[in-house]
């Protein structure tokens, strides 16, 4: 859309013009009207001023419209008629909430009636809240009577109004009151891009206020420090920071063949440009980047089912080994009291990471996937953006993507958006320096084009976390390249995506993950991933981590001569994240960026009815530049498959 059209949907604001839009009463004298202008411009102000970072235009955005349950009379249906019309005045698309559960929405408007609690949990009302998508605002049109005025005290009623919204997925603070008036109120409340697991790191309080120095010691610090600010409300919006949520429109570019009778085709996630520039300019900066609902949980949950299809194989078969038999789920209990205890060792398909964590990345499930997968994705697309690689790096180890492949949404392993983020941080260029790089004339080169170079892309593997897993040891993936400079390019990343469901539901009490009308609010048994933003530059992990710089850090009264640990642990806190992912979410990081998994919670299965229970496969896609080879190699290990 055009800036003028863009600019011309806000309607006039002129008092002597009449409201745009199809209306036989006075705005000025029917006071939901009123409301309803004040809503509309809201929204379309609010989207205008992000078609720029976002590339999606107001022409494009969906807002959803949904009422209380108590609104059913025709005074309330009325309403929702008006509103609709000023918001398809303005140039967007309305979406009725009431009753789809999968509708899914950039901005929402719950319309209550009279008498509705504030939290107005109803059923109606929750499936309004439920389609808003990650990152998106809600706003709540609430009709007043004389024990609800809204000019007497709109700050106190906005108090009692985000009572109802837990701050796991809702942005407490940045509710507003958009309009007011003696007879209606609009609030506006955002729903958090991403959330938190809270339920892991139980040794890291991060209920405390932030020590106040810190704001003056974290000089590589991106986010702000608030006053009184807790190191969870910190981490809340930062988590948010480095997160992208697509659009509606965006996560309707692609479309797949359905796997089941019961639909007829599956929508992808494709980014706009402007959301690639943005996703890459996220991980270049923090070291890691999220994206929610990139891909179709249709093309992650089967990888799951074989990851653990093929890890409880490897369990029965080590278990049966003729020399050395190992329990890889009680890795140091005898079976009986003449059976010798041999520890679990890493082999061909599987490594492992610490007792109940394996790094699993070949089985039989997972390679008649992998074959049926990359068979697809080199036959989908037109000869200029299929998959054009050799079957037997297609299949087998790492692949070699030259720049001139653009991706297929038939395969995650090939997302064309994913390709996109890998090329773009891989290639830095600097448009006044790259026709100097006169040396890609060597080899057949095409010279100093500007062109990306090639890069290695690893098969989709595995680490599987069992119930009882511990937290992992802090790490980083691989090490710096140089030491001369605080960070250079990107040389090795990667991609992580859940294998299984968060479901609202637990078996046996096997695991659980925790729901708010309806909202998953990210807290689960089965763990997860931490990482430390910024950590992949070589200041930010010293200053964390060294031990070198004890007489030169600040003594603090409070803790003597432990005042330099004390403060290299409390950096550490304030920079942690812990974001929760859900299925078709994905996760990017600079493997220097320091991170460890969380800790398995989950009781697992007690009674045989599913031994996969509470186990949590985390698919991965290892990716460097080209010229660069990860070290770990197991292809000289015992094999556990024949």
């Known amino acids: 859309m055009a800036d003028k059209d863009c600019w011309g949907a806000f309607g006039s604001d002129s008092d002597s013009e009449d409201v745009d839009g199809p209306t036989s009463i006075d705005a000025h004298n029917n006071p939901f009207e009123t409301a309803a202008d004040a809503t509309a411009l809201s929204i379309a102000h609010h989207f205008a001023t992000s078609t720029k970072s976002s590339g999606v235009s107001l022409k494009d ?32 698309h309305v979406k009725w909430t009431g009753t789809a559960a999968s509708c899914r929405c950039d901005a929402a408007i719950l319309i209550m009636a009279n008498g509705d609690a504030l939290g107005c949990k109803d059923l109606e009302p929750s499936h309004t809240k439920c389609s808003l998508l990650p ?54 409340i955002q729903k958090r891009s991403c959330v938190i697991n809270t339920w892991s790191c139980k040794w890291m309080d991060k209920q405390q206020k932030i020590w106040g120095r ?26 948010c920071a480095v997160t992208i949520s697509p659009s509606v429109a ?14 007829e085709q599956v929508f992808v996630t494709v980014l706009s440009d402007a959301n690639v520039r943005r996703a890459t300019e996220i991980l270049q900066k923090h070291g890691l980047l999220v994206i929610k609902g990139l891909l179709p949980s249709c093309q992650t949950v089967p990888w799951g089912d074989a990851v653990l299809a093929d890890f409880n194989s490897a369990v029965s078969r080590l278990r049966r080994h003729s020399t050395r038999p190992v329990d890889l789920m009680n890795p140091h209990t005898a079976h009986s009291s003449e059976e010798n205890v041999f520890e679990p060792l890493s082999y061909r398909e599987m490594a492992m990471r610490e007792d109940l964590r394996v790094d699993l990345r070949s089985g039989p499930e997972m390679e008649s996937l992998r074959r049926s997968q990359n068979d697809l994705a080199s036959r989908s697309g037109s000869n200029e953006k299929r998959v054009d690689i050799a079957r037997n790096d297609l299949d087998h180890g790492p692949s070699i993507v030259c720049a001139d492949i653009t991706g297929t949404v038939t395969s995650w392993r090939f997302h064309p958006s994913i390709l996109a983020i890998i090329k773009s941080v891989f290639n830095p260029r600097e448009d006044s320096l790259f026709k100097g790089n006169f040396g890609r004339w060597n080899f057949g080169g095409a010279g100093p084009d500007g062109s990306p170079q090639p890069f290695r892309l690893g098969q989709i593997g595995s680490v599987l976390s069992c119930p009882g897993s511990g937290d992992q040891a802090i790490h980083a993936d691989t090490p710096h390249l140089f030491e001369h400079t605080d960070c250079l390019p990107c040389h090795y990343l990667n991609i992580f995506t859940p294998g299984y469901d968060i479901v609202n539901k637990s078996v046996n009490d096997c695991f659980r993950n925790e729901f708010d009308d309806g909202i998953w609010t990210g807290n689960s048994t089965m763990g997860g991933t931490a990482f430390v933003h910024g950590s992949h530059k070589l200041s930010v992990s010293a200053q964390l981590l060294s031990e070198d710089d004890e007489e030169q850090m600040i003594t603090d009264e409070n803790y003597g001569t432990d005042a330099a640990a004390m403060i290299r642990k409390k950096l550490l806190q304030l920079r942690t994240l812990r974001p929760a992912l859900d299925a078709g979410d994905v996760l990017f990081f600079d493997c220097r960026t320091i991170h460890y998994g969380l800790a398995n919670t989950s009781l697992g299965d007690k009674t045989g009815q599913d031994i996969n229970a509470g186990r949590r496969p985390m698919l991965y896609l290892n990716v460097t530049q080209s010229w660069f080879h990860d070290p770990k190699n197991w292809d000289d290990r015992e094999r556990i498959f024949d």
């Open 61 to 92: 955005r969906v807002v959803g419209l949904g009422q209380s349950n108590g609104g059913k009379d025709g005074e309330v249906l009325r309403w929702r008629e008006m509103m609709a019309e000023r918001v398809v005045v303005r140039g967007m």
């Open 135 to 188: 990152g998106g605002f809600l706003w709540s049109m609430i009709p007043l009577d004389r024990t609800r005025n809204g000019t007497d005290g709109s700050k106190s009623f906005l108090n009692d109004y985000v009572k109802d919204y837990s701050e796991s997925i809702w942005d407490v603070g940045s509710a507003s009151v958009v309009h007011s008036s003696t007879a209606f109120l609009v609030v506006s």
């Open 214 to 239: 810190l704001s003056t010691l974290d000089e590589n610090g991106e986010f702000p420090i608030h006053e009184n600010e807790t190191y969870l409300q910190y981490e809340r919006n930062v988590a």
């Open 250 to 263: 965006e996560r309707e570019r692609g479309k797949i063949d359905a796997t089941s009778s019961s639909e």
